[in-house]
């Protein structure tokens, strides 16, 4: 069958993620070569007003206020959903059973068995999904998997993860991230990403030690009254790695009073160490120990074209790709694996693993105890 030239973009919702997803669509094309042109063609939101309003901003054809005749209209070939967590499972599955093309927003789902049933639709059904992690497509990130497996710092010896930020510090009002959710607070939310980020430079997990904490038990309400709290605040847990001999940390929290982005990673090796941050993200630090007494340090490494997914964006080193750079590579990734009719390298069942880590953490702090991933339920 002859490959369609362009490929109709349904997203839904309009806020800070529907609006990177839409500039990555809009932009691929201008920056890399594609066979398979994205189309923006139909923006959901609710109410009515606000989607036309956010459409006609973004450059989409058309909005509608029902993202079910969104998924079912036949000009979509690829949903993306980027609504709050708790409602990506029916609109993944609507998407699935439609035959769509499937671009979700992370974390796949707010519990275990939601999960393991998007993953395994999505795998009888055929169709091609990815979910969005799009840190892990920072040039800069790519290197320092690169610098790891090469040797070049040696036997890795530690590790350090964290993903804070501030928004829900103090008296944050009540919104949907404090709904009842298995583990859709800091662990299920920002905390994903930091475990993402994790198993991307080092590999899948053994086992995990955790412990979730809610801090503020209620919230405050538009109405001036409260409402109870039933999401963690923060996590931290010890994680051991299938193929290193040494216990890492992550850590997430919401509550990081004065950060607006903070995450990162260090990283610890029998000949060197690198350090990241994602609030400079267009840097790497990196330590070698050969390093002749009285010049020892951290050198910086600038990201710049000769690091593979930057050239494209910038043709000079030092002048700084941004985050909706990343988005744009990440749909780079995706129209390249529809292209091929292939599946992306961050599909449902990557997101799963994630999403059983979390279990596992959740399952520690509850019980008090380390948590073997394989005690986790998952489909062959």
């Not at 999960?115 to 990130?141: C, D, H, S, W």
């Not at 086992?207 to 503020?216: A, E, F, P, R």
């Not at 964006?313 to 091929?340: S, W, Y």
Request: glycine share 10%; with cysteine.
């Amino acid at each position: 069958m002859k490959q369609k030239t362009n490929l109709g973009v349904g997203v839904i919702g309009s806020g800070f993620m529907g609006k990177a997803h839409a500039w990555a669509f809009g932009n691929v094309a201008r920056f890399f070569p594609v066979q398979q042109e994205p189309i923006l063609k139909i923006l959901a939101d609710v109410p009515l007003d606000k989607a036309k309003a956010a459409a006609k901003q973004l450059g989409f054809e058309q909005a509608t206020d029902d993202w079910k005749s969104l998924i079912h209209n036949p000009e979509i070939d690829i949903v993306s959903i980027t609504t709050p967590n708790n409602l990506h499972t029916p609109m993944a599955l609507e998407a699935i059973n439609a035959k769509k093309i499937v671009y979700c927003e992370k974390p796949l789902a707010t519990n275990l068995n939601d999960a393991i049933t998007m993953t395994k639709a999505a795998e009888q059904a055929g169709v091609i999904t990815m979910v969005g992690f799009n840190y892990l497509r920072n040039p800069m990130m790519i290197t320092a998997k690169e610098i790891i497996q090469s040797g070049e710092i040696g036997e890795i010896t530690g590790y350090r993860g964290i993903h804070s930020e501030g928004f829900m510090a103090d008296a944050a009002p009540y919104n949907w991230r404090c709904e009842k959710n298995q583990f859709g607070g800091a662990l299920g939310d920002i905390g994903s990403h930091a475990l993402a980020t994790a198993r991307f430079l080092l590999g899948e997990f053994d086992s995990v030690c955790g412990k979730l904490d809610t801090i503020y038990n209620s919230r405050p309400t538009k109405d001036g009254g409260s409402k109870p709290v039933y999401t963690d605040d923060q996590v931290n847990a010890l994680i051991q790695f299938k193929d290193h001999h040494f216990t890492g940390v992550v850590t997430s929290s919401w509550l990081a009073t004065g950060w607006e982005m903070h995450h990162g990673f260090e990283i610890c090796g029998s000949k060197g160490s690198l350090i990241f941050d994602q609030a400079r993200f267009n840097e790497l630090q990196i330590y070698k120990g050969d390093q002749k007494a009285g010049r020892r340090g951290f050198t910086t490494i600038v990201a710049g074209p000769e690091h593979k997914g930057y050239g494209e964006f910038c043709p000079a080193g030092g002048h700084q790709i941004g985050f909706n750079d990343l988005k744009t590579l990440e749909v780079r990734k995706l129209m390249e694996c529809i292209e091929k009719n292939i599946q992306t390298d961050f599909n449902f069942r990557d997101a799963l693993t994630i999403v059983r880590i979390s279990e596992a953490i959740s399952i520690s702090s509850i019980e008090n105890r380390w948590v073997n991933l394989e005690e986790i339920p998952t489909i062959q």
